[in-house]
């Protein structure tokens, strides 16, 4: 309970020592940026920061700063303050109420707490994402765009030209049901219940379309991301954009899934987990007297191939740490090269005369 209280204490004391910074920068959002903006970035910002998932040690101040700048932006009045006065009228304003700078983690809890179990969301989606092999050796940060659907940004999702062309239902008086009576026979009446059939259910008329999305809620839209691919990536590696799936006024976003996966080549380099595999050519020659080469390897640097002695065709030569990075870990796999004898079409002229040799003398 000490350790609590000491913390929150802890916390507070950050509060007022990061109060410097800009909320909106906190935020990464604009000044304009309207309440979904402002939830969106504060579910991405205080996800990532959170202490119990991010060990870095700023991960904390900046975990206090998000909340703070939430607790201010999401409030119209405190953000109508600190527009004109910035965080000490905001503060000003909160000594007047007896309170303020709420506990960052409670924060958070009500946020995630609360919200999820009432609201919908809509469908994650999962799509393969295919990158070269030099991507996952090396670690890439790979741009790339997604059409999708975002709230119309006129009539932030009510599909209204205005606020004041939305009117309640007059046929069913906003309930969306009508009570229907239906005589089986005489004496006999049943009530029911349909859907309103002028409102379809919403318990809301549109008296004017907006003109942006013709009425829509919601506009094509085409989102740039930077998918990172992690060194040593598996295959198959799943990154998740989280809440950016299609937007619509009557669920929260789902996910967006990329699994990463390797794009096939003919021939080249090929992986197994850490494993790396080359298939090298040799001539006859080569595979009988011995050779020395140097091939590029994926990450760029040269592979010096030595052999003295004959190789067999199908022979498996294993250098060792020259293979894929271990994920999440350091150290690399082993690099396998297999190689493969090229027969010539026809047996050269001075082989010939070697081999027909013996044949003269007898
Ligand atoms: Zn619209
Ligand atoms: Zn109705």
Partial sequence: MLKTTLQIVVLLF???LVSAADFYKVLDISRSADDATIKK???????????DKNKEPEAE???????????????????????????EGVQQHERGQGGGGANPF???????????????????????????????????DIDFMINKHILCDHCRGTGAASDSHIHTCSVCDGSGVQITHQQLFPGM?????????????????????????QGQKVMPHTQHYTLEVPRGAPEGHQVVFEAEGDENPDWEPGDVIISIRTRKRLGGWRRKETSLYWTENLSVEEALLGF???ITHIGGHTIVLKRDAVTQPGFVQTIKGEGMPVFQGTGYG?????????????????????????????
């Fill in 61 to 87: 101040t900046k975990f206090v700063e998000i909340a703070r700048a939430y607790e201010v932006l999401s409030d119209p009045e405190k953000r109508k303050i600190y527009d004109r006065h910035g965080e």
């Fill in 189 to 213: 009446v049943v009530q029911g219940q349909t859907t309103c059939s002028k409102c379809g259910g919403k318990g809301k008329i549109i008296a004017k379309a907006c003109p942006h999305c």
């Fill in 41 to 51: 970035a504060y579910r991405k910002l205080s996800r990532k920061y959170h202490p």
């Fill in 106 to 140: 409670d924060l958070f809890q009500n946020f995630f707490g609360r919200r999820q179990p009432q609201t919908r969301r809509g469908p994650t989606t999962t799509s393969d994402f295919e990158v070269t092999l030099e991507n996952i050796y090396n670690g890439a």
């Fill in 292 to 294: 020395e080469r140097n």
């Fill in 334 to 362: 082993d690099l396998f090269i297999e190689y493969n004898v090229i027969l010539p079409a026809q047996l050269p002229v001075d082989l010939r005369k070697d081999m027909d040799m013996p044949c003269e003398n007898l």
């Fill in 14 to 16: 950050c509060v007022i």
